[in-house]
């Protein structure tokens, strides 16, 4: 477990804290435990007329669950990935979920994509989102989708995409500051 602080031993600690307005609610974000993880995240450019944003969001940089502190780092990147998600985001915009190159112990528990949603669900963000591309999608990805479909709004279950490889995928988004990483 990870001993609680006091407020005096906060402020010796060298961590990096950035502050967030989530819901309003005012959350703060540990940036030292995310600082490794932050690429799973990345601004991909722009699509059609506008300042129409491509937030790709790559499975392989999350944190490897047999971590001891696995939940509060995956808490503090959901904190990033929404807040950071605010900031990208002007008008309409699609996410490009890479999926490949992931191990399954990097996945995202089902409990970390509901919250996610959630948060999306009743933000601005809910309404801004075009499509959610998942790129390289596996069996898990599949059936997960497949068997909460039914508590999912069928408005955001009609943004969801399939896209088999990255050939499909550059027919559909322009690709010239999507970041792919090697892996994938």
């Given at each position: 477990?990870?001993p609680?602080?006091?407020?005096?031993?906060?402020?010796e600690?060298n961590r990096?804290w950035?502050?967030v307005?989530?819901?309003?609610q005012?959350?703060?974000i540990d940036?030292?435990?995310?600082e490794?993880?932050k690429?799973?995240i990345?601004h991909?450019?722009?699509y059609?007329?506008?300042?129409n944003?491509i937030?790709?969001?790559a499975?392989?940089?999350?944190?490897d669950?047999?971590?001891?502190?696995?939940?509060y780092?995956?808490?503090n990147?959901?904190?990033?990935?929404i807040?950071t998600?605010e900031?990208?985001?002007?008008e309409d915009y699609?996410i490009?979920?890479?999926n490949?190159a992931?191990?399954r112990?990097?996945?995202p528990?089902l409990?970390?994509?509901?919250?996610?949603?959630?948060m999306?669900?009743?933000?601005r963000?809910r309404?801004?989102?075009k499509?959610?591309i998942?790129?390289?999608?596996?069996w898990f990805?599949r059936?997960?989708?497949?068997?909460?479909?039914p508590f999912?709004?069928?408005?955001f279950?009609?943004?969801?995409?399939?896209v088999?490889t990255?050939?499909?995928?550059c027919?559909i988004?322009p690709m010239e500051y999507v970041?792919?990483?090697d892996?994938?």
């Amino acid at each position: 477990s990870i001993p609680e602080y006091t407020a005096e031993e906060e402020r010796e600690d060298n961590r990096l804290w950035r502050t967030v307005v989530i819901g309003e609610q005012e959350q703060r974000i540990d940036m030292k435990v995310i600082e490794p993880y932050k690429k799973v995240i990345s601004h991909g450019g722009y699509y059609g007329d506008g300042l129409n944003a491509i937030i790709v969001f790559a499975a392989c940089f999350l944190p490897d669950s047999s971590r001891t502190d696995y939940n509060y780092v995956m808490e503090n990147l959901f904190l990033y990935v929404i807040s950071t998600l605010e900031l990208m985001v002007a008008e309409d915009y699609m996410i490009v979920y890479l999926n490949g190159a992931t191990p399954r112990r990097r996945m995202p528990g089902l409990g970390w994509m509901k919250k996610c949603y959630q948060m999306i669900d009743r933000r601005r963000l809910r309404k801004n989102l075009k499509s959610f591309i998942i790129v390289h999608p596996s069996w898990f990805i599949r059936t997960i989708l497949a068997v909460t479909r039914p508590f999912i709004s069928s408005k955001f279950s009609s943004k969801i995409q399939y896209v088999n490889t990255l050939a499909e995928l550059c027919e559909i988004i322009p690709m010239e500051y999507v970041h792919i990483p090697d892996s994938i």
